[in-house]
Each structure stands twice: as C-alpha cells, then as structure tokens.
C-alpha cells in the first residue's frame, strides 16, 4: 500500500460559496483567495503525478508555498507575516 499525503494550497472551488454560516444559510460569496487558486484539475494532475511517483507527500498550489519554505528557515518571519494577513 502507497500513501501520498497533499498539502493544497488554494485551489478555485465554490466551496466558499458553498459554505453555511452560523445561521445555516449559504454563505454565498467567493472567497477571493480562492478565485485565485490553481484550478482543481490541476491540483488533481499534480497529486496523481506524486502518487505515481510514490511520493509520501507533496505541496500543491502557487505562490502561497512560499510560506512553507519560510516557515522552515526563518520561523520568526514567518508568524510577523501570517500576523498581518486578513482572514478569507
């Protein structure tokens, strides 16, 4: 047995809109992080290209990646820069 463990990042779905708030009624609005995420087509192409390759993981998005990296090498940056970001 292979397992492959994917780490999206932001991928264009309408599960934003799709979501239920508090009230249970559809949330309704795209989130915009989204609407500028990958497709899921290529999210699916690039987690089917690692498990071919019987990766045990693999990062799958765009720019926001980058985040990975510099919460690896410079942890403190990091969390100043999550710090300032608004909630989608």
Do not use: W
């Not at 239920?20 to 089917?48: F, R, T, W």
């Amino acid at each position: 047995i292979g397992v492959t463990i994917a780490y999206p990042g932001r991928v264009n779905t309408k599960i934003s809109v799709n979501a239920i708030d508090k009230d249970g009624k559809s949330h309704g609005v795209m989130d915009p992080g989204q609407a500028n995420g990958i497709s899921a087509e290529e999210c699916a192409k690039q987690y089917l290209k690692a498990i071919t390759k019987r990766k045990p993981e693999v990062f799958i998005g765009g720019k926001e990646l980058l985040m990975v990296h510099i919460k690896r090498l410079f942890p403190s940056l990091f969390f100043k820069i999550v710090s300032k970001i608004k909630p989608t």
